[in-house]
Protein backbone atom coordinates (compact mmCIF):
# COMPACT_ATOMS: atom_id res chain seq x y z
CA UNK A 1 0.00 0.00 0.00
CA UNK A 2 2.90 2.56 0.77
CA UNK A 3 4.71 1.36 -2.90
CA UNK A 4 1.09 1.70 -4.37
CA UNK A 5 0.44 5.47 -2.59
CA UNK A 6 4.15 6.79 -3.11
CA UNK A 7 4.53 5.89 -6.48
CA UNK A 8 0.68 5.87 -7.61
CA UNK A 9 0.06 2.69 -8.88
CA UNK A 10 -2.05 -0.13 -9.09
CA UNK A 11 -1.96 -2.00 -5.81
CA UNK A 12 -2.17 -5.41 -7.81
CA UNK A 13 1.53 -4.11 -9.72
CA UNK A 14 2.89 -2.72 -6.11
CA UNK A 15 2.34 -6.19 -4.97
CA UNK A 16 4.10 -7.86 -8.17
CA UNK A 17 6.73 -5.56 -6.76
CA UNK A 18 7.46 -5.75 -4.33
CA UNK A 19 7.18 -9.48 -4.53
CA UNK A 20 10.46 -9.39 -6.66
CA UNK A 21 12.63 -7.06 -4.21
CA UNK A 22 11.16 -3.49 -4.68
CA UNK A 23 10.19 -1.79 -1.32
CA UNK A 24 12.00 1.35 -1.49
CA UNK A 25 10.06 3.87 -3.88
CA UNK A 26 13.28 5.52 -5.06
CA UNK A 27 14.65 2.50 -6.11
CA UNK A 28 11.66 1.33 -7.74
CA UNK A 29 10.84 4.80 -9.23
CA UNK A 30 14.32 4.48 -11.39
CA UNK A 31 13.21 0.91 -12.35
CA UNK A 32 10.04 1.86 -13.99
CA UNK A 33 11.02 4.63 -15.38
CA UNK A 34 14.82 3.95 -16.51
CA UNK A 35 17.03 7.09 -17.87
CA UNK A 36 19.85 7.20 -19.91
CA UNK A 37 21.89 9.32 -17.67
CA UNK A 38 21.68 6.51 -15.15
CA UNK A 39 23.35 4.13 -17.40
CA UNK A 40 26.68 2.92 -15.97
CA UNK A 41 29.53 4.74 -16.46
CA UNK A 42 31.81 2.63 -19.16
CA UNK A 43 35.30 3.89 -17.95
CA UNK A 44 36.33 0.38 -16.40
CA UNK A 45 35.54 -1.51 -19.14
CA UNK A 46 38.37 -3.02 -20.12
CA UNK A 47 39.98 -1.48 -23.93
CA UNK A 48 37.36 0.42 -24.18
CA UNK A 49 39.63 2.99 -24.58
CA UNK A 50 42.31 1.32 -26.58
CA UNK A 51 39.68 0.09 -29.10
CA UNK A 52 38.21 4.20 -29.17
CA UNK A 53 41.71 5.48 -29.61
CA UNK A 54 42.58 3.12 -32.88
CA UNK A 55 38.75 3.58 -34.51
CA UNK A 56 39.20 7.46 -33.61
CA UNK A 57 42.67 7.16 -35.59
CA UNK A 58 41.31 5.00 -38.96
CA UNK A 59 38.22 7.70 -39.42
CA UNK A 60 40.50 11.03 -39.36
CA UNK A 61 43.46 8.85 -41.76
CA UNK A 62 40.12 7.73 -43.97
CA UNK A 63 41.43 4.19 -43.39
CA UNK A 64 39.24 1.59 -44.70
CA UNK A 65 37.49 0.11 -41.71
CA UNK A 66 35.85 -4.16 -41.88
CA UNK A 67 32.77 -4.45 -39.68
CA UNK A 68 32.33 -8.27 -39.54
CA UNK A 69 28.97 -9.36 -37.24
CA UNK A 70 27.72 -13.50 -36.74
CA UNK A 71 24.64 -14.32 -39.07
CA UNK A 72 21.89 -13.67 -35.52
CA UNK A 73 20.18 -10.97 -34.64
CA UNK A 74 22.67 -9.57 -31.78
CA UNK A 75 25.75 -9.79 -34.17
CA UNK A 76 24.28 -8.22 -37.37
CA UNK A 77 22.37 -5.13 -35.12
CA UNK A 78 25.75 -4.79 -33.60
CA UNK A 79 27.59 -4.74 -36.42
CA UNK A 80 24.65 -2.31 -38.26
CA UNK A 81 25.21 0.30 -35.04
CA UNK A 82 28.70 0.26 -35.24
CA UNK A 83 29.08 0.82 -39.40
CA UNK A 84 25.93 3.67 -39.61
CA UNK A 85 27.70 5.13 -36.52
CA UNK A 86 31.38 5.20 -37.45
CA UNK A 87 30.34 6.06 -41.30
CA UNK A 88 28.41 9.13 -39.58
CA UNK A 89 31.28 10.51 -38.13
CA UNK A 90 32.91 10.21 -41.64
CA UNK A 91 34.72 6.50 -41.29
CA UNK A 92 35.24 4.56 -44.42
CA UNK A 93 33.46 1.43 -43.51
CA UNK A 94 32.34 -1.60 -44.90
CA UNK A 95 30.17 -4.24 -43.65
CA UNK A 96 29.63 -8.15 -43.69
CA UNK A 97 27.84 -10.69 -41.78
CA UNK A 98 29.03 -14.33 -41.28
CA UNK A 99 26.90 -16.94 -43.24
CA UNK A 100 25.89 -20.18 -41.57
CA UNK A 101 26.18 -22.49 -45.06
CA UNK A 102 29.68 -20.98 -46.24
CA UNK A 103 31.98 -20.74 -43.10
CA UNK A 104 29.22 -21.10 -40.37
CA UNK A 105 29.21 -19.01 -36.81
CA UNK A 106 32.13 -16.62 -36.33
CA UNK A 107 35.25 -15.28 -38.28
CA UNK A 108 35.80 -18.72 -40.49
CA UNK A 109 38.62 -19.35 -42.79
CA UNK A 110 36.22 -18.28 -45.61
CA UNK A 111 34.88 -15.22 -43.48
CA UNK A 112 38.30 -13.89 -42.88
CA UNK A 113 39.60 -14.55 -46.98
CA UNK A 114 35.95 -12.36 -47.59
CA UNK A 115 37.47 -9.62 -45.36
CA UNK A 116 41.29 -9.55 -46.41
CA UNK A 117 39.81 -9.28 -50.42
CA UNK A 118 38.36 -5.90 -48.92
CA UNK A 119 42.07 -4.72 -48.18
CA UNK A 120 41.48 -3.30 -44.57
CA UNK A 121 43.62 -2.00 -42.07
CA UNK A 122 41.19 -2.46 -39.05
CA UNK A 123 38.85 -5.20 -38.61
CA UNK A 124 35.72 -4.97 -35.86
CA UNK A 125 34.35 -8.38 -35.52
CA UNK A 126 30.63 -8.18 -33.60
CA UNK A 127 29.54 -11.02 -31.52
CA UNK A 128 32.20 -13.48 -32.70
CA UNK A 129 36.11 -13.25 -32.12
CA UNK A 130 36.37 -14.20 -28.89
CA UNK A 131 37.36 -18.10 -29.66
CA UNK A 132 38.75 -17.25 -33.11
CA UNK A 133 42.82 -16.98 -32.58
CA UNK A 134 43.97 -18.94 -35.80
CA UNK A 135 41.92 -16.16 -38.14
CA UNK A 136 42.78 -13.09 -35.85
CA UNK A 137 46.16 -14.04 -35.87
CA UNK A 138 46.29 -14.66 -39.70
CA UNK A 139 44.68 -10.65 -40.24
CA UNK A 140 47.46 -9.49 -37.74
CA UNK A 141 50.21 -11.24 -40.07
CA UNK A 142 48.50 -9.55 -42.88
CA UNK A 143 48.68 -6.08 -41.22
CA UNK A 144 45.18 -5.82 -39.62
CA UNK A 145 44.77 -3.89 -35.93
CA UNK A 146 41.47 -6.22 -34.93
CA UNK A 147 39.02 -4.62 -32.32
CA UNK A 148 36.53 -8.24 -31.26
CA UNK A 149 33.12 -7.41 -29.76
CA UNK A 150 32.09 -10.20 -28.28
CA UNK A 151 30.10 -11.65 -25.02
CA UNK A 152 30.89 -15.45 -25.03
CA UNK A 153 33.05 -17.18 -22.90
CA UNK A 154 36.44 -16.12 -22.20
CA UNK A 155 39.01 -18.38 -23.57
CA UNK A 156 42.31 -18.25 -21.25
CA UNK A 157 44.83 -17.79 -24.40
CA UNK A 158 44.78 -14.03 -25.20
CA UNK A 159 43.92 -12.90 -28.55
CA UNK A 160 46.19 -10.99 -30.90
CA UNK A 161 44.45 -8.03 -31.04
CA UNK A 162 44.63 -4.60 -30.13
CA UNK A 163 41.68 -4.52 -28.35
CA UNK A 164 39.24 -6.98 -26.82
CA UNK A 165 35.90 -5.98 -25.12
CA UNK A 166 34.14 -8.22 -23.62
CA UNK A 167 32.44 -7.84 -19.98
CA UNK A 168 33.29 -11.77 -19.04
CA UNK A 169 37.46 -10.87 -19.12
CA UNK A 170 38.55 -11.38 -15.69
CA UNK A 171 40.29 -8.23 -15.71
CA UNK A 172 37.26 -6.22 -16.67
CA UNK A 173 36.41 -4.20 -13.77
CA UNK A 174 32.55 -3.12 -15.78
CA UNK A 175 30.44 -4.28 -13.04
CA UNK A 176 27.23 -4.58 -15.49
CA UNK A 177 28.44 -8.22 -17.13
CA UNK A 178 25.06 -9.06 -19.29
CA UNK A 179 25.13 -7.19 -21.87
CA UNK A 180 24.43 -8.69 -25.62
CA UNK A 181 27.26 -7.54 -28.23
CA UNK A 182 24.88 -4.61 -29.74
CA UNK A 183 24.98 -3.22 -26.10
CA UNK A 184 28.61 -2.87 -25.91
CA UNK A 185 28.53 -1.75 -29.98
CA UNK A 186 26.57 1.20 -28.61
CA UNK A 187 29.25 1.77 -25.95
CA UNK A 188 31.84 1.80 -28.37
CA UNK A 189 30.67 4.41 -30.70
CA UNK A 190 29.86 6.56 -27.95
CA UNK A 191 33.46 6.44 -26.99
CA UNK A 192 34.61 6.95 -30.74
CA UNK A 193 32.44 10.08 -30.87
CA UNK A 194 33.76 11.68 -27.72
CA UNK A 195 37.34 10.91 -29.04
CA UNK A 196 36.66 13.05 -32.07
CA UNK A 197 34.65 15.63 -30.57
CA UNK A 198 31.75 14.88 -33.55
CA UNK A 199 28.28 16.25 -32.66
CA UNK A 200 26.26 12.65 -33.28
CA UNK A 201 23.12 11.86 -31.40
CA UNK A 202 23.29 8.40 -30.62
CA UNK A 203 19.64 7.79 -29.59
CA UNK A 204 19.28 7.25 -33.21
CA UNK A 205 20.58 3.75 -32.57
CA UNK A 206 18.75 2.81 -29.56
CA UNK A 207 16.26 0.74 -31.73
CA UNK A 208 19.09 -1.96 -33.08
CA UNK A 209 20.25 -2.58 -29.43
CA UNK A 210 16.74 -2.84 -27.94
CA UNK A 211 16.26 -5.01 -31.50
CA UNK A 212 19.61 -7.26 -30.82
CA UNK A 213 19.24 -7.47 -26.56
CA UNK A 214 15.79 -8.87 -27.19
CA UNK A 215 16.45 -11.17 -29.84
CA UNK A 216 19.93 -12.30 -27.96
CA UNK A 217 17.60 -13.52 -24.51
CA UNK A 218 19.81 -11.25 -22.77
CA UNK A 219 18.24 -10.08 -19.32
CA UNK A 220 16.79 -7.20 -19.23
CA UNK A 221 17.95 -5.56 -16.17
CA UNK A 222 20.54 -2.86 -15.29
CA UNK A 223 22.00 -1.34 -18.44
CA UNK A 224 20.26 -3.61 -20.99
CA UNK A 225 16.72 -2.96 -19.36
CA UNK A 226 17.67 1.00 -19.79
CA UNK A 227 18.75 0.99 -23.23
CA UNK A 228 15.69 -1.41 -24.47
CA UNK A 229 13.25 0.22 -23.02
CA UNK A 230 14.23 3.34 -24.71
CA UNK A 231 15.10 1.65 -28.31
CA UNK A 232 11.35 0.17 -27.98
CA UNK A 233 10.10 3.89 -27.36
CA UNK A 234 11.71 5.09 -30.16
CA UNK A 235 10.33 1.98 -32.42
CA UNK A 236 6.93 2.62 -31.33
CA UNK A 237 7.07 6.20 -31.94
CA UNK A 238 8.09 5.73 -35.15
CA UNK A 239 11.61 7.19 -34.24
CA UNK A 240 13.61 3.86 -35.73
CA UNK A 241 15.83 4.10 -38.73
CA UNK A 242 14.57 3.52 -41.99
CA UNK A 243 14.90 -0.08 -42.03
CA UNK A 244 13.51 -0.66 -38.60
CA UNK A 245 10.27 1.39 -39.52
CA UNK A 246 9.41 -0.84 -42.92
CA UNK A 247 10.22 -3.91 -40.68
CA UNK A 248 7.23 -2.56 -38.49
CA UNK A 249 5.24 -2.13 -40.91
CA UNK A 250 5.49 -5.60 -42.19
CA UNK A 251 4.50 -6.57 -39.01
CA UNK A 252 1.68 -5.71 -38.73
CA UNK A 253 1.86 -5.09 -35.39
CA UNK A 254 -0.85 -2.06 -34.40
CA UNK A 255 -0.44 -1.72 -31.07
CA UNK A 256 2.06 -0.36 -28.54
CA UNK A 257 5.51 -2.27 -28.80
CA UNK A 258 6.70 -4.61 -26.20
CA UNK A 259 9.45 -6.69 -25.67
CA UNK A 260 7.55 -9.69 -26.23
CA UNK A 261 6.74 -8.54 -30.31
CA UNK A 262 10.38 -8.14 -31.00
CA UNK A 263 10.94 -12.08 -29.89
CA UNK A 264 8.22 -13.21 -31.85
CA UNK A 265 7.22 -10.74 -34.46
CA UNK A 266 10.63 -8.63 -35.16
CA UNK A 267 13.44 -11.13 -34.44
CA UNK A 268 12.16 -14.23 -36.29
CA UNK A 269 12.04 -12.22 -39.58
CA UNK A 270 15.34 -10.64 -38.71
CA UNK A 271 16.32 -14.14 -38.55
CA UNK A 272 15.11 -15.60 -41.77
CA UNK A 273 17.06 -14.80 -44.54
CA UNK A 274 20.47 -16.27 -42.30
CA UNK A 275 17.84 -19.32 -41.79
CA UNK A 276 17.78 -19.49 -45.54
CA UNK A 277 21.19 -19.09 -46.79
CA UNK A 278 23.24 -15.52 -46.72
CA UNK A 279 22.43 -12.86 -44.04
CA UNK A 280 23.31 -10.15 -46.00
CA UNK A 281 19.37 -9.26 -46.58
CA UNK A 282 19.11 -8.57 -43.11
CA UNK A 283 21.83 -6.22 -42.65
CA UNK A 284 20.69 -4.03 -46.18
CA UNK A 285 17.54 -3.83 -44.31
CA UNK A 286 19.69 -2.47 -41.11
CA UNK A 287 21.67 -0.30 -43.59
CA UNK A 288 19.09 1.32 -45.26
CA UNK A 289 19.34 5.12 -45.36
CA UNK A 290 15.75 5.91 -47.13
CA UNK A 291 12.56 4.47 -46.68
CA UNK A 292 12.15 4.22 -50.26
CA UNK A 293 15.32 1.66 -50.12
CA UNK A 294 13.93 -0.34 -46.59
CA UNK A 295 10.66 -0.87 -48.10
CA UNK A 296 11.67 -3.56 -50.41
CA UNK A 297 13.87 -5.29 -47.79
CA UNK A 298 11.38 -5.44 -45.70
CA UNK A 299 8.93 -6.95 -47.64
CA UNK A 300 11.31 -9.65 -48.93
CA UNK A 301 12.31 -10.26 -44.97
CA UNK A 302 8.81 -10.83 -44.59
CA UNK A 303 8.58 -13.41 -47.68
CA UNK A 304 11.65 -14.56 -46.30
CA UNK A 305 9.99 -15.78 -42.78
CA UNK A 306 7.28 -16.96 -44.49
CA UNK A 307 9.13 -19.68 -46.42
CA UNK A 308 10.93 -20.62 -42.84
CA UNK A 309 7.58 -21.16 -41.42
CA UNK A 310 6.49 -23.75 -44.12
CA UNK A 311 9.61 -25.35 -43.74
CA UNK A 312 9.98 -25.55 -40.01
CA UNK A 313 6.46 -27.23 -39.95
CA UNK A 314 7.10 -29.50 -42.34
CA UNK A 315 10.27 -30.26 -40.36
CA UNK A 316 8.33 -30.75 -36.75
CA UNK A 317 5.94 -32.91 -38.33
CA UNK A 318 8.76 -35.34 -39.58
CA UNK A 319 10.74 -34.70 -36.19
CA UNK A 320 8.00 -35.65 -34.67
CA UNK A 321 7.02 -38.90 -36.34
CA UNK A 322 10.12 -40.26 -36.00
CA UNK A 323 10.68 -40.05 -32.29
CA UNK A 324 7.39 -41.47 -31.85
CA UNK A 325 8.46 -44.22 -34.06
CA UNK A 326 11.93 -44.61 -31.74
CA UNK A 327 10.59 -44.05 -28.40
CA UNK A 328 6.22 -44.23 -28.90
CA UNK A 329 4.45 -42.39 -26.01
CA UNK A 330 7.71 -42.55 -23.22
CA UNK A 331 10.74 -40.46 -24.72
CA UNK A 332 13.39 -40.71 -22.53
CA UNK A 333 15.21 -37.64 -21.10
CA UNK A 334 17.36 -36.90 -23.92
CA UNK A 335 16.12 -37.34 -27.85
CA UNK A 336 18.53 -36.81 -30.94
CA UNK A 337 16.58 -36.81 -33.93
CA UNK A 338 18.37 -36.88 -37.46
CA UNK A 339 17.53 -37.20 -41.35
CA UNK A 340 18.80 -36.63 -44.76
CA UNK A 341 17.87 -33.49 -46.45
CA UNK A 342 16.50 -31.85 -43.54
CA UNK A 343 17.19 -27.77 -43.50
CA UNK A 344 20.40 -27.15 -41.67
CA UNK A 345 19.20 -23.38 -40.62
CA UNK A 346 15.87 -24.84 -38.84
CA UNK A 347 17.33 -26.99 -36.51
CA UNK A 348 17.06 -24.26 -33.25
CA UNK A 349 13.45 -24.16 -34.19
CA UNK A 350 12.59 -27.59 -34.72
CA UNK A 351 14.63 -28.41 -31.52
CA UNK A 352 12.87 -25.77 -29.97
CA UNK A 353 9.43 -26.59 -30.78
CA UNK A 354 10.06 -30.27 -29.95
CA UNK A 355 11.17 -29.36 -26.53
CA UNK A 356 7.82 -28.16 -25.46
CA UNK A 357 6.18 -31.15 -26.92
CA UNK A 358 8.32 -34.03 -25.90
CA UNK A 359 9.44 -32.31 -22.46
CA UNK A 360 12.63 -33.81 -22.95
CA UNK A 361 16.26 -32.10 -24.20
CA UNK A 362 16.19 -32.18 -27.94
CA UNK A 363 19.13 -32.63 -30.86
CA UNK A 364 17.76 -32.54 -34.19
CA UNK A 365 20.49 -32.91 -36.59
CA UNK A 366 20.52 -32.35 -40.60
CA UNK A 367 23.03 -35.01 -42.66
CA UNK A 368 24.38 -33.84 -45.95
CA UNK A 369 27.04 -36.24 -47.15
CA UNK A 370 29.34 -37.14 -44.67
CA UNK A 371 28.71 -34.73 -41.78
CA UNK A 372 25.62 -34.28 -39.81
CA UNK A 373 25.02 -30.64 -38.04
CA UNK A 374 23.19 -30.65 -35.02
CA UNK A 375 21.04 -27.85 -33.38
CA UNK A 376 20.18 -28.89 -28.86
CA UNK A 377 17.95 -27.59 -27.08
CA UNK A 378 16.34 -28.30 -23.84
CA UNK A 379 13.58 -27.45 -20.69
CA UNK A 380 14.85 -24.66 -18.64
CA UNK A 381 17.31 -26.06 -15.34
CA UNK A 382 18.86 -28.92 -17.90
CA UNK A 383 22.49 -28.88 -17.67
CA UNK A 384 22.77 -28.91 -21.15
CA UNK A 385 26.60 -27.78 -21.85
CA UNK A 386 27.46 -30.77 -19.06
CA UNK A 387 25.47 -33.32 -20.97
CA UNK A 388 26.37 -32.34 -24.58
CA UNK A 389 30.35 -32.32 -23.41
CA UNK A 390 29.97 -35.61 -22.21
CA UNK A 391 29.35 -37.19 -25.55
CA UNK A 392 32.69 -35.32 -26.93
CA UNK A 393 34.32 -38.28 -27.97
CA UNK A 394 31.55 -39.30 -30.82
CA UNK A 395 31.38 -35.53 -31.66
CA UNK A 396 33.34 -33.79 -34.77
CA UNK A 397 32.71 -30.20 -32.41
CA UNK A 398 30.63 -28.70 -30.57
CA UNK A 399 29.90 -25.80 -28.24
CA UNK A 400 27.40 -23.60 -26.90
CA UNK A 401 25.83 -23.17 -22.94
CA UNK A 402 23.17 -24.76 -20.68
CA UNK A 403 20.43 -22.45 -23.55
CA UNK A 404 21.37 -23.92 -26.58
CA UNK A 405 24.15 -26.04 -28.09
CA UNK A 406 25.56 -27.01 -31.43
CA UNK A 407 27.00 -30.08 -32.78
CA UNK A 408 28.73 -31.82 -35.53
CA UNK A 409 28.92 -35.40 -36.30
CA UNK A 410 29.37 -38.20 -38.21
CA UNK A 411 26.39 -39.81 -39.42
CA UNK A 412 27.72 -43.27 -38.68
CA UNK A 413 27.93 -42.16 -35.55
CA UNK A 414 24.16 -40.54 -34.38
CA UNK A 415 22.77 -44.04 -32.87
CA UNK A 416 26.00 -44.40 -30.28
CA UNK A 417 25.29 -40.39 -29.70
CA UNK A 418 21.58 -40.83 -29.64
CA UNK A 419 22.59 -43.73 -26.44
CA UNK A 420 24.95 -41.33 -25.19
CA UNK A 421 22.94 -38.25 -25.42
CA UNK A 422 19.99 -39.82 -23.36
CA UNK A 423 21.96 -41.28 -20.42
CA UNK A 424 24.16 -37.84 -20.21
CA UNK A 425 20.94 -35.85 -20.14
CA UNK A 426 19.57 -38.02 -17.44
CA UNK A 427 22.50 -38.28 -15.38
CA UNK A 428 23.53 -34.62 -15.81
CA UNK A 429 21.50 -34.00 -12.25
CA UNK A 430 19.84 -30.73 -13.82
CA UNK A 431 16.12 -30.24 -13.13
CA UNK A 432 13.53 -28.35 -15.21
CA UNK A 433 12.22 -25.31 -13.53
CA UNK A 434 8.87 -25.72 -12.36
CA UNK A 435 5.65 -23.60 -13.40
CA UNK A 436 6.30 -19.94 -11.83
CA UNK A 437 3.66 -19.14 -8.81
CA UNK A 438 1.18 -15.91 -9.18
CA UNK A 439 2.19 -13.32 -7.70
CA UNK A 440 -0.69 -11.34 -7.41
CA UNK A 441 -4.36 -12.46 -6.85
CA UNK A 442 -6.45 -10.18 -9.39
CA UNK A 443 -10.41 -9.55 -8.53
CA UNK A 444 -12.97 -7.71 -10.76
CA UNK A 445 -11.73 -4.51 -9.34
CA UNK A 446 -8.88 -4.85 -10.25
CA UNK A 447 -9.46 -4.94 -14.07
CA UNK A 448 -9.20 -1.24 -14.89
CA UNK A 449 -7.07 0.36 -17.47
CA UNK A 450 -5.25 1.59 -15.23
CA UNK A 451 -4.24 -1.90 -14.42
CA UNK A 452 -2.79 -2.29 -18.01
CA UNK A 453 -0.88 1.00 -17.85
CA UNK A 454 0.74 0.08 -14.93
CA UNK A 455 1.48 -3.42 -15.79
CA UNK A 456 3.08 -2.41 -18.78
CA UNK A 457 5.50 -0.19 -16.91
CA UNK A 458 7.45 -2.96 -15.92
CA UNK A 459 8.25 -3.66 -19.66
CA UNK A 460 10.67 -5.02 -21.30
CA UNK A 461 9.82 -8.12 -19.38
CA UNK A 462 11.46 -11.37 -20.89
CA UNK A 463 15.01 -12.55 -19.25
CA UNK A 464 15.81 -11.75 -15.86
CA UNK A 465 12.40 -9.51 -15.82
CA UNK A 466 9.28 -11.54 -16.60
CA UNK A 467 5.80 -10.73 -17.44
CA UNK A 468 4.04 -10.67 -14.26
CA UNK A 469 1.90 -13.99 -13.58
CA UNK A 470 -1.67 -13.28 -11.40
CA UNK A 471 -4.58 -15.72 -10.37
CA UNK A 472 -7.72 -15.42 -10.43
CA UNK A 473 -10.69 -17.23 -8.92
CA UNK A 474 -13.79 -18.68 -9.29
CA UNK A 475 -13.88 -17.87 -12.80
CA UNK A 476 -15.44 -19.59 -15.38
CA UNK A 477 -13.58 -20.92 -18.94
CA UNK A 478 -15.51 -18.78 -21.88
CA UNK A 479 -13.25 -20.18 -24.76
CA UNK A 480 -10.59 -22.50 -25.88
CA UNK A 481 -9.00 -23.12 -29.31
CA UNK A 482 -6.07 -25.44 -29.83
CA UNK A 483 -3.32 -22.63 -31.98
Known amino acids: EALAHALQIHPLVARVLVGRGFTR ?3 TRAFLSPKLA ?3 RPDAMADRDAAAERLAAAVRSKERIVVFGDYDVDGITSAALITRALRAMGGDVSCLVASRFDGGYGLSDAALDRVLALDPKVLITCDCGTSD ?3 LERARQRGVDAIVVDHHKVPDEALPVVAFLNPHRSDCRFPYKHMASVGLAFSIAAAVRARLGVALDLREYLDLVALGTIADVAPLDG ?8 GLERIADGHGGPGVRALLAESKLRFRLVARDVAFSLAPMLNAPGRLGPATPTLELLLSETDRDAQPRAFALAQANLRRREISAQLVDAAIAQAHALHGDHPPAG ?3 AGDGWHAGMGGIVAGRLV ?4 AAVCVIAIEGDLGVGSVRAPRGT ?3 DAVYACRDLLVGFGGHDAAAGVRIRPERIDDFRAAFAEAVARSGGTPLPERAPEAELTEADLTAGLARDLRSLEPTGEGNPEAVVS ?3 VRLGDARPI
Open 25 to 27: PDA
Open 38 to 40: ELT
Open 133 to 135: HPR
Open 223 to 230: DNRTLTRH
Open 335 to 337: VVL
Open 356 to 359: ERLQ
Open 383 to 385: KLY
Open 472 to 474: LRD
